[in-house]
């Protein structure tokens, strides 16, 4: 493997500006040896959390915050966001270590934290110039992929003071409502029922085969690699929670677009998974149950909901979009790929059924 990425930051956006100097001096009271105030720019990518780099001389920084207007909640929950990273570093060395947790709202009007920044190379839809990966240099690439998914699972929240991060049992039951809720609430009238796909998910409910902790959404885009294919650093652990790691591995497979999909699947590819030598979706299942002596049988059911629930937050995206809350012309044919994706569930349904 070879090349690197460009910086991929970007000027701060006006209405994410924010006092650079007042922060430095809060900042500054908290970790040791910055000359400052920084320069500061802003990461663009992500539609959650609002991601800044903290450029001082010698070292670089992250603050990451809520958009505007958003208060502690769900995946805005910055105090959340910090403390499972704290928990986390010691047991699982791939989390960023963060350095200082503020909720004095004269400073940026609400909660926010500052973290070292990880270096690596992060994969997007396509690999960057300059980059080539060859057949085997893919395969061990998303061999270790599903490796460090597995070893997440394994963490002992016990150990790491974690426990109460969620609810436990009943996890797999809750996210089917909660999704389902989800996507009633942003429906919109040319989008599709998918009644016999929640109706197949209710009556083919499982039971948690475990619980742990789960990353919630674990992604190429969301890993860092270094030199030698090595992953470096995991990102963005804004919605970890305990739940099942199988409901994990679906949500993650429902994004795993691989070489032998249709047009439309590969349209929507984010993730360079379909270059020769990475595991299909059925090898990712295999290896990860290798990995972590988890029994896993039949497989359907969790590719379903992953779909469902990938189905679900594109169709909310696309509920702003036709609300006229954003105008980005990106999300106008979302609802084309959501009333795509009930069609492939459904088929995988009838699949197993026959």
Known sequence: MTGAEDDPTVEVRAEDRFDAGAVHDWLSSEVDGLDGPPEVRQFPRGASN???????????????????????????????????????????????????????????????????????????????????????????????????????????????????????????????????????????????????????????????????????????????????????????WEMATLGDPLMELGSTLAYWVQADDDDVMKASRRQPTHLPGMLTRAEVVERYTNRSGIEIGDFTFYEVYGLFRLAVVLQQIYYRFHSGDTHNPAFADFWQFVAYLEWRCLEIIHKGRS
């Open 50 to 236: 609002l991601t800044y780099l903290l450029r001082y001389p010698d070292r670089d920084l992250i603050l990451r915050r809520p958009p505007a207007g958003h208060k502690a909640a769900s995946a805005h929950d910055m105090r959340r966001e910090y403390r499972v990273q704290a928990a986390l570093k010691p047991a699982f060395g791939y989390v960023p270590t963060v350095l200082a947790f503020n909720d004095d709202p004269a400073l940026l009007g609400g909660d926010f934290y500052v973290m070292e920044r990880l270096d690596g190379l992060i994969l997007r839809g396509d690999l960057p110039p300059g980059l080539t990966l060859d057949e085997p240099a893919a395969r061990e690439l998303s061999q270790g992929l599903v490796d460090r998914l597995a070893e997440l699972h394994e963490v002992d929240v016990d150990a790491v003071g974690l426990r109460d991060l969620g609810k436990g049992a009943g996890y797999v039951e809750r996210q089917i409502r909660g999704w389902t809720s989800r996507f009633a609430k942003a429906k919109t009238p040319n989008a599709p029922e998918f009644t016999e796909v929640i109706g197949w998910l209710e009556a083919n409910l499982r039971d948690e085969v475990r619980i742990c902790l789960i990353h919630n959404d674990f992604r190429f885009d969301n890993v860092l690699l270094g030199a030698g294919l090595s992953i470096t650093g995991i990102l963005d």
